[in-house]
């Protein structure tokens, strides 16, 4: 079943084309990499897809919902997390943690049990007063993370959730990302670390706004006799094709 169906999507910001005719679909539990380099278009992209931005063409659906009409509807559907993390520094731990979780529709005692579970579960029960200025980085990405999928949604979108971090805090955080997704949640990120492509069941290239490439990293190496992701995408950026 598909939570993401999108067909001939664009946006256009006067006389320049963010996003030109994008059609792809994404399957409930995919892990769905949406690759480019800066300025392709992902994050226009994917703020179509939250209920941000309206496009000026074509069609979407998301966890069911028509992204014209139903932007409010889809934002109860989903979690999202940028790249800045998406928490608060002057807030504690779990001040941040009940913030989210109301504005991702937890209210009362259901609130307050999930905050102390998420405390327990993140080892984070000891800093639950300690400001999120003050953890490691490693601590306030999966903090962030945690956040994004509280109320557990159908779809998480992240916006380039690992840019600035160092190997080994991204690798611990593609962890989470499994387990989410082996709670069925859909995980739709973005990224321009062409490494963690392969962690994808597939993925999708942008380039100048248009999807160029898209399929399971192992076809797309096939395709393109590449070795890795990397190569893939400079052979897609440069226009090269299969040949």
Not at 41 to 69: E, F, N, Q
Request: aromatic letters at 10%.
């Amino acid at each position: 079943m598909n939570v993401i169906e999108t067909d001939c999507l664009s946006k256009q910001f006067g006389n320049f084309t963010a996003v030109d005719r994008i059609s792809f679909t994404v399957a409930r539990g995919e892990i769905f990499g949406f690759l480019g380099a800066n300025g392709a278009g992902k994050t226009t992209a994917m703020r179509m897809l939250c209920g941000l931005s309206v496009p000026s063409s074509g069609r979407a659906v998301v966890a069911g919902c028509d992204i014209y009409r139903e932007q409010e509807r889809i934002k109860r559907h989903i979690g999202y997390m940028s790249q800045k993390f998406s928490l608060y520094n002057d807030l504690t731990v779990r001040e941040n943690i009940r913030l989210f979780g109301g504005i991702y529709g937890l209210r009362g005692r259901q609130l307050a049990d999930k905050a102390e579970e998420l405390l327990r579960l993140l080892g984070l029960e000891s800093e639950r007063h300690t400001l999120v200025r003050s953890l490691p980085l490693g601590w306030k990405q999966k903090l962030a993370f945690s956040v994004a999928v509280i109320h557990e949604p159908e779809i998480v979108f992240l916006d380039e959730p690992t840019g600035g971090v160092d190997p080994a805090t991204r690798r611990r955080f593609w962890e989470l990302i499994y387990e989410a997704a082996a709670r069925g949640i859909t995980v739709f990120v973005t990224t321009h670390y062409m490494d963690e492509a392969e962690y994808c069941n597939r993925v999708s290239i942008m380039v100048d706004g248009r999807i160029e490439a898209l399929d399971k990293p192992s076809a797309l190496k096939s395709a393109f006799g590449a070795a890795d992701m990397n190569e893939v995408f400079l052979a897609v950026t440069r226009g090269k094709g299969s040949e």
